[in-house]
Protein backbone atom coordinates (compact mmCIF):
# COMPACT_ATOMS: atom_id res chain seq x y z
CA UNK A 1 0.00 0.00 0.00
CA UNK A 2 1.48 2.73 -0.85
CA UNK A 3 2.23 6.13 1.24
CA UNK A 4 -0.64 8.21 -0.43
CA UNK A 5 -3.28 5.67 0.47
CA UNK A 6 -2.41 5.24 3.70
CA UNK A 7 -2.06 9.01 4.36
CA UNK A 8 -5.92 9.18 2.91
CA UNK A 9 -6.95 6.44 4.54
CA UNK A 10 -5.86 8.56 7.84
CA UNK A 11 -7.69 11.50 6.59
CA UNK A 12 -10.78 9.35 6.17
CA UNK A 13 -10.51 8.35 9.91
CA UNK A 14 -9.88 11.78 11.03
CA UNK A 15 -12.81 12.95 9.30
CA UNK A 16 -15.13 10.38 10.62
CA UNK A 17 -13.90 10.77 14.33
CA UNK A 18 -12.95 14.57 14.85
CA UNK A 19 -15.07 17.43 15.62
CA UNK A 20 -15.71 20.80 13.61
CA UNK A 21 -12.56 22.48 12.06
CA UNK A 22 -9.87 23.00 14.57
CA UNK A 23 -9.38 26.65 15.47
CA UNK A 24 -5.60 27.97 14.70
CA UNK A 25 -3.28 28.09 17.01
CA UNK A 26 -2.44 31.63 18.03
CA UNK A 27 1.23 30.70 19.30
CA UNK A 28 3.72 29.61 16.26
CA UNK A 29 5.79 27.19 17.93
CA UNK A 30 8.72 25.10 16.75
CA UNK A 31 7.68 21.50 16.30
CA UNK A 32 3.81 22.01 16.78
CA UNK A 33 1.46 19.79 15.66
CA UNK A 34 -0.71 21.71 13.46
CA UNK A 35 0.02 19.46 10.04
CA UNK A 36 -0.02 16.31 11.99
CA UNK A 37 -3.88 16.68 13.98
CA UNK A 38 -5.44 14.26 10.85
CA UNK A 39 -2.50 11.80 12.41
CA UNK A 40 -2.73 12.66 16.02
CA UNK A 41 -6.77 12.85 16.57
CA UNK A 42 -7.74 9.07 15.25
CA UNK A 43 -6.03 8.40 18.68
CA UNK A 44 -7.53 10.57 20.60
CA UNK A 45 -11.14 9.41 22.15
CA UNK A 46 -14.45 11.01 21.12
CA UNK A 47 -15.19 11.01 24.92
CA UNK A 48 -13.23 12.64 27.09
CA UNK A 49 -13.32 13.55 31.43
CA UNK A 50 -10.27 15.73 31.77
CA UNK A 51 -7.90 16.30 29.12
CA UNK A 52 -4.20 16.73 30.32
CA UNK A 53 -1.52 18.62 28.16
CA UNK A 54 2.31 18.56 30.33
CA UNK A 55 4.13 19.95 27.30
CA UNK A 56 1.74 22.77 25.59
CA UNK A 57 3.89 24.47 23.18
CA UNK A 58 0.73 25.90 20.64
CA UNK A 59 -1.80 23.60 21.72
CA UNK A 60 -2.86 22.60 18.30
CA UNK A 61 -3.83 19.62 19.61
CA UNK A 62 -5.67 20.61 22.59
CA UNK A 63 -7.78 23.40 20.29
CA UNK A 64 -8.43 20.22 18.19
CA UNK A 65 -9.99 18.18 20.20
CA UNK A 66 -11.26 20.78 23.28
CA UNK A 67 -14.88 20.24 22.21
CA UNK A 68 -14.50 16.30 23.35
CA UNK A 69 -13.67 17.52 26.52
CA UNK A 70 -16.64 17.16 29.36
CA UNK A 71 -14.46 18.25 32.46
CA UNK A 72 -11.34 20.07 32.77
CA UNK A 73 -8.29 20.93 30.91
CA UNK A 74 -4.76 20.80 32.60
CA UNK A 75 -2.76 22.84 30.58
CA UNK A 76 1.42 23.48 31.51
CA UNK A 77 4.87 24.02 30.08
CA UNK A 78 8.31 24.96 31.76
CA UNK A 79 8.31 28.00 29.65
CA UNK A 80 6.66 30.58 32.28
CA UNK A 81 6.60 33.56 29.03
CA UNK A 82 4.38 30.94 26.70
CA UNK A 83 2.25 30.32 29.84
CA UNK A 84 1.68 33.97 30.64
CA UNK A 85 0.42 34.15 27.16
CA UNK A 86 -1.63 31.66 27.44
CA UNK A 87 -2.92 33.43 30.38
CA UNK A 88 -3.66 36.54 29.03
CA UNK A 89 -5.38 34.73 25.93
CA UNK A 90 -7.57 33.81 28.47
CA UNK A 91 -7.98 36.50 31.53
CA UNK A 92 -7.15 39.54 29.86
CA UNK A 93 -7.94 39.94 26.64
CA UNK A 94 -8.95 43.40 26.96
CA UNK A 95 -5.93 44.33 27.90
CA UNK A 96 -4.07 42.05 25.93
CA UNK A 97 -5.67 43.79 22.33
CA UNK A 98 -3.46 47.04 23.04
CA UNK A 99 -0.53 45.54 23.88
CA UNK A 100 -0.41 43.60 20.96
CA UNK A 101 -1.42 47.08 18.55
CA UNK A 102 1.75 48.66 20.17
CA UNK A 103 3.92 46.11 19.73
CA UNK A 104 2.37 46.53 15.77
CA UNK A 105 3.08 50.04 15.65
CA UNK A 106 6.36 50.06 16.75
CA UNK A 107 7.39 47.06 15.13
CA UNK A 108 11.06 47.22 13.20
CA UNK A 109 14.32 45.41 13.54
CA UNK A 110 15.80 47.40 15.91
CA UNK A 111 12.89 47.47 18.33
CA UNK A 112 13.15 43.76 18.31
CA UNK A 113 16.37 43.66 19.76
CA UNK A 114 15.91 46.33 22.13
CA UNK A 115 12.76 44.17 23.60
CA UNK A 116 14.71 41.29 23.51
CA UNK A 117 17.16 42.56 25.47
CA UNK A 118 15.03 44.18 28.15
CA UNK A 119 13.78 42.03 30.97
CA UNK A 120 10.40 40.41 30.99
CA UNK A 121 7.65 42.64 33.11
CA UNK A 122 6.26 40.73 35.98
CA UNK A 123 2.83 41.43 34.84
CA UNK A 124 1.09 38.45 33.48
CA UNK A 125 -0.15 40.62 30.17
CA UNK A 126 2.52 42.31 29.50
CA UNK A 127 5.01 39.15 29.70
CA UNK A 128 2.07 37.44 27.37
CA UNK A 129 1.96 40.43 25.11
CA UNK A 130 6.36 40.62 24.81
CA UNK A 131 6.16 36.44 24.10
CA UNK A 132 4.07 37.07 21.67
CA UNK A 133 5.68 39.73 19.71
CA UNK A 134 9.24 38.11 20.03
CA UNK A 135 7.90 34.78 18.97
CA UNK A 136 5.82 36.33 16.58
CA UNK A 137 8.94 38.07 14.32
CA UNK A 138 11.85 35.96 15.53
CA UNK A 139 13.91 33.76 13.65
CA UNK A 140 11.52 30.51 12.39
CA UNK A 141 9.11 31.63 15.27
CA UNK A 142 12.22 29.73 17.56
CA UNK A 143 12.10 30.69 21.17
CA UNK A 144 15.21 29.24 22.75
CA UNK A 145 16.83 30.39 26.43
CA UNK A 146 20.33 30.88 27.26
CA UNK A 147 21.10 28.14 29.74
CA UNK A 148 22.66 30.51 32.17
CA UNK A 149 20.84 33.88 31.70
CA UNK A 150 17.56 32.20 30.55
CA UNK A 151 17.42 35.39 28.41
CA UNK A 152 15.52 34.38 25.06
CA UNK A 153 18.26 34.50 22.16
CA UNK A 154 16.93 34.04 18.77
CA UNK A 155 17.70 36.91 15.98
CA UNK A 156 15.07 38.56 14.51
CA UNK A 157 13.48 36.74 11.72
CA UNK A 158 13.13 39.52 8.90
CA UNK A 159 8.84 39.09 9.12
CA UNK A 160 6.09 41.75 10.23
CA UNK A 161 4.27 40.86 13.18
CA UNK A 162 1.01 40.14 12.85
CA UNK A 163 -2.15 40.78 15.13
CA UNK A 164 -4.60 37.99 16.42
CA UNK A 165 -7.98 38.40 15.20
CA UNK A 166 -10.96 38.94 17.44
CA UNK A 167 -12.62 35.82 16.46
CA UNK A 168 -9.28 33.73 17.18
CA UNK A 169 -9.42 35.64 20.48
CA UNK A 170 -12.55 34.92 21.40
CA UNK A 171 -12.91 31.55 20.29
CA UNK A 172 -9.73 30.69 22.06
CA UNK A 173 -10.63 32.28 25.16
CA UNK A 174 -13.97 30.39 24.91
CA UNK A 175 -11.70 26.81 24.97
CA UNK A 176 -9.35 27.65 27.97
CA UNK A 177 -12.84 28.74 30.25
CA UNK A 178 -12.21 25.80 31.50
CA UNK A 179 -8.87 25.12 31.68
CA UNK A 180 -6.25 25.51 34.09
CA UNK A 181 -2.60 26.95 32.92
CA UNK A 182 0.06 26.42 35.09
CA UNK A 183 4.11 26.59 34.56
CA UNK A 184 5.01 23.26 36.12
CA UNK A 185 7.05 19.38 35.36
CA UNK A 186 5.32 17.10 33.45
CA UNK A 187 5.81 14.88 36.98
CA UNK A 188 3.20 17.18 38.78
CA UNK A 189 0.94 17.69 36.22
CA UNK A 190 -0.05 14.04 35.46
CA UNK A 191 -0.25 12.77 38.67
CA UNK A 192 -3.78 13.28 39.09
CA UNK A 193 -5.16 12.02 35.83
CA UNK A 194 -7.63 9.04 36.29
CA UNK A 195 -9.39 6.62 34.20
CA UNK A 196 -11.99 8.35 31.69
CA UNK A 197 -9.20 11.20 31.27
CA UNK A 198 -6.80 11.52 28.46
CA UNK A 199 -3.30 12.40 28.49
CA UNK A 200 -1.70 14.21 25.23
CA UNK A 201 2.43 14.40 25.14
CA UNK A 202 4.46 16.46 22.74
CA UNK A 203 7.71 16.31 24.47
CA UNK A 204 10.96 18.44 22.99
CA UNK A 205 12.20 16.10 21.00
CA UNK A 206 16.39 15.38 21.78
CA UNK A 207 18.89 16.09 19.01
CA UNK A 208 19.36 14.06 16.31
CA UNK A 209 23.32 13.05 16.03
CA UNK A 210 25.20 13.37 12.53
CA UNK A 211 27.93 10.84 14.13
CA UNK A 212 26.51 8.53 17.10
CA UNK A 213 30.19 8.43 18.62
CA UNK A 214 30.38 11.91 18.51
CA UNK A 215 27.72 13.07 20.68
CA UNK A 216 29.18 16.98 20.61
CA UNK A 217 27.67 17.26 16.87
CA UNK A 218 24.07 17.78 16.82
CA UNK A 219 21.81 18.22 13.53
CA UNK A 220 19.29 19.38 14.99
CA UNK A 221 18.54 21.22 18.43
CA UNK A 222 14.85 21.51 19.66
CA UNK A 223 15.27 20.90 23.17
CA UNK A 224 16.28 24.32 24.75
CA UNK A 225 12.49 26.29 24.82
CA UNK A 226 13.62 27.08 28.71
CA UNK A 227 17.05 27.40 30.05
CA UNK A 228 16.59 24.06 31.86
CA UNK A 229 16.85 21.44 28.51
CA UNK A 230 15.28 18.35 28.06
CA UNK A 231 17.55 15.45 28.34
CA UNK A 232 17.87 11.89 27.90
CA UNK A 233 17.06 11.22 31.63
CA UNK A 234 14.11 13.20 31.22
CA UNK A 235 12.36 10.86 28.47
CA UNK A 236 13.22 8.02 30.74
CA UNK A 237 11.18 9.01 33.71
CA UNK A 238 8.35 10.48 31.04
CA UNK A 239 8.44 6.48 29.60
CA UNK A 240 8.44 5.19 33.41
CA UNK A 241 5.52 7.73 34.23
CA UNK A 242 3.80 6.27 30.64
CA UNK A 243 3.42 2.88 32.30
CA UNK A 244 2.05 4.27 35.17
CA UNK A 245 -0.89 5.81 33.71
CA UNK A 246 -1.35 2.88 31.77
CA UNK A 247 -1.54 0.86 34.95
CA UNK A 248 -3.82 3.10 35.95
CA UNK A 249 -6.41 2.93 33.28
CA UNK A 250 -5.31 6.33 31.80
CA UNK A 251 -5.47 6.58 28.10
CA UNK A 252 -2.01 8.68 26.73
CA UNK A 253 -0.89 9.27 23.33
CA UNK A 254 2.35 10.84 22.40
CA UNK A 255 4.51 12.44 19.44
CA UNK A 256 7.87 12.08 19.25
CA UNK A 257 10.90 11.36 16.64
CA UNK A 258 10.80 8.21 15.34
CA UNK A 259 14.32 6.05 16.60
CA UNK A 260 15.35 3.22 18.10
CA UNK A 261 16.14 4.79 21.67
CA UNK A 262 12.62 6.40 21.65
CA UNK A 263 11.01 2.87 20.60
CA UNK A 264 12.76 0.59 22.95
CA UNK A 265 11.54 2.80 25.90
CA UNK A 266 7.81 2.03 24.98
CA UNK A 267 7.85 -1.65 24.90
CA UNK A 268 4.36 -1.82 25.72
CA UNK A 269 2.99 0.45 23.13
CA UNK A 270 1.75 0.80 19.97
CA UNK A 271 3.80 2.60 18.07
CA UNK A 272 2.35 4.37 14.44
CA UNK A 273 6.05 5.51 12.55
CA UNK A 274 5.58 7.45 9.41
CA UNK A 275 7.76 10.15 7.21
CA UNK A 276 6.38 13.88 7.93
CA UNK A 277 7.95 17.05 5.85
CA UNK A 278 9.86 19.55 8.24
CA UNK A 279 10.43 22.74 6.43
CA UNK A 280 12.18 24.55 8.95
CA UNK A 281 15.10 25.69 7.46
CA UNK A 282 18.65 26.55 9.15
CA UNK A 283 20.96 29.10 10.01
CA UNK A 284 23.96 26.87 9.83
CA UNK A 285 24.44 23.30 8.66
CA UNK A 286 24.73 21.90 11.87
CA UNK A 287 20.87 22.75 12.58
CA UNK A 288 19.29 21.63 9.77
CA UNK A 289 16.34 19.68 9.80
CA UNK A 290 15.59 16.75 7.86
CA UNK A 291 13.27 17.54 5.15
CA UNK A 292 11.78 14.15 5.37
CA UNK A 293 11.97 13.21 9.59
CA UNK A 294 10.64 10.14 10.92
CA UNK A 295 7.88 10.48 13.06
CA UNK A 296 6.17 8.41 15.29
CA UNK A 297 2.93 8.43 17.52
CA UNK A 298 3.26 6.21 20.58
CA UNK A 299 -0.41 5.12 21.81
CA UNK A 300 -0.57 4.01 25.61
CA UNK A 301 -2.83 0.62 26.12
CA UNK A 302 -4.63 1.73 29.04
Same mark, same amino acid.
Request: aromatic letters at 10%.
Given at each position: ????? !? #?? !???????????????????????????????? !????????????????? =? =??????????????????????????????? +? #?? &?????? !??????????????????????????????????????? *??????? @????? =?????????????? %????????????????????? #?? +? @???????? =??????????????????? /????????????????????????????????????????????? /? *?? +???????????????????????? /????? &? *?? /???? %????
Amino acid at each position: MTQAV !L #DM !LTEAQYVATTDPKPIKPFIRWAGGKSRLLPRI !LPYVPASINNYYEPFLG =G =GAVFLACASRVSGRSHLADLNEHLIAAWVAM +R #DH &QSELRP !LLAWYLKNDSKEFYYEIRSNTASSCTVEKGARFLYLNGV *SWNHLWR @ENSRT =GAMNVPWGDRRFKL %IDDNTMNSIGGLLARADLTVA #DF +R @EVLCSAMP =GDFVYLDPPYLPVFSRPDV /EKEPTAKFNKYTAKTFEIADLVALAELCEDLSRRGVRWVMSNRDT /E *SV +RSLFPSAEIVRFTTHRSLAAQSRR /EVEAH &Q *SP /EAII %IGRA
